[in-house]
């Protein structure tokens, strides 16, 4: 059974950087696509990056300029979500997600079919 686990949330004021881990357990982890997606109170859910099986390949979005950027460490099934220079506005839970079907885009949220249970980021001003 794949499982996921986030880590390294927490409570930092605006400008300060972040790590998250997602753990993984199961199978072989670089069948997955691992994403990072996001929900703040009352929103839909949003997508953050992505990065491929043998993380040659990362996605994520204009949007963020940069500040966001995801690897994985698949000797120790780990993928990570680098977050700098943070502001108020990605205060948000942070969830870990993978998928091993081809998709026609990683950048959707419906994409996973594999979550974690999330780690909650609050960016204070």
């Known amino acids: 059974q794949v499982q996921l686990a986030e880590s390294g949330g927490g409570l930092v004021q605006a400008g300060a950087s972040l790590r998250l881990s997602c753990v993984y357990s199961g199978s072989t982890f670089s069948n997955y696509v691992v994403g990072w997606i996001r929900q703040a109170p009352g929103k839909e859910r949003e997508f953050v990056a992505a990065?491929?099986?043998?993380?040659?390949?990362?996605y994520s979005v204009s949007t963020w300029n940069g500040r966001f950027s995801i690897s994985r460490d698949n000797t120790k099934k780990t993928a990570y979500l680098q977050m700098n220079n943070l502001k108020p506005e990605d205060t948000a839970v942070y969830y870990c997600a993978a998928t091993a079907t081809p998709v026609k885009s990683v950048m959707r949220t419906d994409a996973y079919d594999v979550w974690g249970r999330g780690t909650q980021v609050t960016v204070s001003s």
């Open positions: 990065i491929s099986g043998n993380g040659r390949d990362t």
